[in-house]
């Protein structure tokens, strides 16, 4: 569980929440069905007439990297690596060929196949390439579907400000309705700001640190791989993959494979 974004969204709430008390506008305030239609569905469909239906849905599944990202545990896939090469050194290539059952994640274990079916070092790096680029192309279109969001809800909140001030000049003959129709009007500014700010923009840029640790996992992993290929000595592959992740923290649990 990602703590950061689950304290950011609770702040987030809390400090609309209680900006509008005590700007004495209170919690009604906040609530307006006609500002949520126009900014929040209006930019859903903004984003749906933009994207490709397989990035919006990849983007849906990212969706949940923001509570339960997916773990990156760089010293255990190192661990992995440096077992495979003493392996590799004392029993040949063929015998990694039982390490290829026990491996969850799907990339590693095409790797490791490639690996023990004698492809030449460059190759392996090569193919491995070609999937981490399109991976991380992919993923990070993804994650600019948030972004996207950010860019169109604040204008859509403008414009539905617009249209309530519309229908304010509308009644200007009933003077009792012009501060209430005038704050309604401006709850779709807020709305629009707000989500944009709080939650579209900051879980666009989370999402995209996540795909760029991952592809950087992967590109460690690559590298293994063609060091073990090319006959390298595992303490020196060792002390190479270490420089991936300087400074990164150690999670608790294992490394999950993609989803």
């Known amino acids: 569980m990602d703590l950061m974004t689950v304290i950011g969204v609770i702040l987030a709430f809390v400090a609309l929440i209680l900006g509008s008390i005590l700007k004495g506008a209170g919690v009604k ?13 209006g930019t859903a469909a903004a984003v749906m007439a933009q994207t490709p239906k397989s990035v919006i849905m990849r983007a849906i599944k990212m ?3 923001l509570f339960k990202p997916p773990e990156i ?7 992995n690596i440096v077992e495979w090469s003493r392996v590799a050194r004392k029993d040949g290539l063929m015998g990694l060929e039982a390490k290829i059952d026990e491996i969850a994640d799907p990339f590693t274990r095409k790797g490791l196949q490639l690996l023990v079916d004698g492809g030449e070092p460059e190759n392996i790096r090569h193919i491995l390439e070609i999937e981490v680029e399109a991976s991380e192309e992919f993923d990070t279109a993804g994650a600019k579907v948030y972004e996207a969001m950010g860019i169109y809800a604040p204008t859509l909140g403008i414009v539905g400000a617009v ?17 209430a129709g005038i704050a309604a009007a401006f709850t779709a500014t807020i709305y629009g700001i ?9 879980f666009g ?19 293994g ?25 150690k999670p608790e649990a294992k490394a999950k494979a993609k989803e």
């Open 163 to 179: 249209l309530g001030l519309m229908a304010v000049m509308a009644n200007l003959a009933d003077p009792s309705k012009l501060g």
């Open 63 to 65: 969706g949940k990297w």
């Open 29 to 41: 305030g906040l609530l307006g069905g006609a500002a949520f239609v126009i900014v929040i569905v």
């Open 225 to 249: 791989l063609v060091l073990i290929a090319q006959g390298d000595n595992p303490r020196n592959i060792e002390t190479r993959l270490q420089g991936y992740f300087v400074g990164h923290a």
């Open 194 to 202: 707000a989500s944009a700010n709080l939650f579209f923009l900051p």
């Open 205 to 223: 840029n989370k999402l995209k640190y996540h795909v760029k640790e991952q592809a950087k996992m992967r590109t460690m992993m690559i590298e």
């Open 73 to 79: 545990n760089p010293d255990e896939a190192i661990a």
